[in-house]
């Protein structure tokens, strides 16, 4: 029978280790529902495997393997845990603990255990250890409800400057709108009105003047008489064909003011008459007397003077 007992405690052992095969492994967990004292028995080769672990006294491939299967549970873990706080405690209180050879210590880890908590100096010793407990609880508890706090008041102000900026920007849409309803209705007031009839632009006027030279028999000077109106003048001169491949014309004020000059002009030849006509801004001949020099330009780009003449504008 003790045989039998070494052999089942031994799988029992090999099964809480996951080193016991797969069939082996199913037909002992129906032994399980099938006869409660196999459970009793497999939860005191437990609390024994797990006092040995705690205490040391595990092979180091069994430890290996109790690491790295049993402890891979939670609650395995936890029961783990609190074996090894009662250990340290067992070792801060030694007077506790039943001694060895007494009758008392005959039963299991966990039975010395149980006797142990009905004993006034471990009353006491819960006691104060529950009040530690309850005054870091409370410690925890109180910056816990400071940081929701900070939390809380960050969050509210975050808020109010979102409401703030949704607020101003709601004013800008209203502002956007009242504005684009003003200019709807401005343009509707512009459509509904007639009309209005508009004065015919005055046409830009020419004036044209033909230019005599410059001569000692001629005392008079000619005067151009420009209109308001007047956007150009042409000034047209009959000149003697010289052979030229084109004639350039410059202006200069008797006075003293900006020169005006032409570009090249090409003259136009009808019979025996030659005529050259240039344009010139009426802007750049403000009242005065002026001074005109004509130059024929040859094939080689040389310009030649060939007449003078002299003439007055003046305005109304």
Same mark, same amino acid.
């Given at each position: 029978?003790?045989?039998?007992?070494?052999?089942?405690?031994?799988?029992?052992? *090999?099964?809480?280790?996951?080193?016991?095969?797969?069939?082996?492994?199913?037909?002992?967990?129906?032994?399980?529902?099938?006869?409660?004292?196999?459970?009793?028995?497999?939860?005191?080769?437990?609390?024994?495997?797990?006092?040995?672990?705690?205490?040391?006294?595990?092979?180091?491939?069994?430890? /290996?393997?109790?690491?790295?299967?049993?402890?891979?549970?939670?609650?395995?873990?936890?029961?783990?845990?609190?074996?090894?706080?009662?250990?340290?405690?067992?070792?801060?209180?030694?007077?506790?603990?039943?001694?060895?050879?007494?009758?008392?210590?005959?039963?299991?880890?966990?039975?010395?255990?149980?006797?142990?908590?009905?004993?006034?100096?471990?009353?006491?010793?819960?006691?104060?250890?529950?009040?530690?407990?309850?005054?870091?609880?409370?410690?925890?508890?109180?910056?816990?409800?400071?940081?929701?706090?900070?939390?809380?008041?960050?969050?509210?102000?975050?808020?109010?400057?979102?409401?703030?900026?949704? *607020?101003?920007?709601?004013?800008?849409?209203?502002?956007?709108?009242?504005?684009?309803?003003?200019?709807?209705?401005?343009?509707?007031?512009?459509?509904?009105?007639?009309?209005?009839?508009?004065?015919?632009?005055?046409?830009?006027?020419?004036?044209?003047?033909?230019?005599?030279?410059?001569?000692?028999?001629?005392?008079?000077?000619?005067?151009?008489?420009?209109?308001?109106?007047?956007?150009?003048?042409?000034?047209?001169?009959?000149?003697?064909?010289?052979?030229?491949?084109?004639?350039?014309?410059?202006?200069?004020?008797?006075?003293?003011?900006?020169?005006?000059?032409?570009?090249?002009?090409?003259?136009?030849?009808?019979?025996?008459?030659?005529?050259?006509?240039?344009?010139?801004?009426?802007?750049?001949?403000?009242?005065?007397?002026?001074?005109?020099?004509? /130059?024929?330009?040859?094939?080689?780009?040389?310009?030649?003077?060939?007449?003078?003449? /002299?003439?007055?504008?003046?305005?109304?």
């Amino acid at each position: 029978m003790g045989t039998e007992t070494n052999s089942q405690t031994g799988l029992m052992r *090999r099964y809480l280790l996951g080193l016991l095969p797969e069939p082996e492994q199913v037909a002992l967990e129906e032994r399980f529902f099938e006869d409660g004292e196999i459970l009793s028995e497999m939860r005191a080769v437990e609390q024994d495997l797990v006092d040995a672990y705690v205490r040391g006294q595990l092979a180091p491939d069994e430890k /290996s393997v109790f690491e790295s299967h049993y402890l891979s549970v939670q609650r395995h873990a936890e029961r783990v845990a609190l074996a090894r706080d009662l250990l340290r405690l067992a070792d801060a209180e030694p007077d506790l603990m039943p001694l060895r050879g007494s009758p008392e210590s005959h039963g299991t880890f966990w039975q010395k255990w149980l006797s142990l908590f009905q004993t006034p100096r471990f009353a006491m010793s819960a006691a104060l250890a529950m009040m530690v407990v309850l005054i870091v609880s409370g410690l925890l508890l109180f910056r816990e409800r400071a940081r929701w706090r900070q939390e809380l008041a960050k969050s509210q102000a975050e808020q109010a400057a979102q409401k703030e900026k949704l *607020r101003a920007f709601e004013q800008e849409i209203a502002k956007g709108r009242a504005d684009a309803a003003q200019l709807a209705a401005e343009l509707e007031r512009l459509r509904q009105e007639p009309a209005r009839p508009t004065e015919p632009a005055a046409p830009a006027t020419i004036f044209s003047f033909l230019l005599l030279t410059t001569t000692r028999d001629r005392v008079e000077q000619q005067t151009l008489r420009l209109e308001p109106k007047t956007a150009q003048v042409r000034l047209q001169m009959k000149i003697r064909a010289g052979g030229y491949q084109s004639y350039r014309v410059r202006i200069d004020p008797v006075d003293g003011g900006n020169t005006w000059e032409s570009a090249a002009v090409r003259a136009q030849t009808a019979g025996i008459t030659t005529t050259l006509s240039v344009l010139v801004p009426a802007r750049n001949l403000p009242p005065g007397d002026y001074k005109l020099e004509l /130059s024929g330009i040859d094939a080689n780009g040389a310009a030649e003077s060939i007449e003078n003449y /002299s003439f007055r504008v003046s305005r109304p």
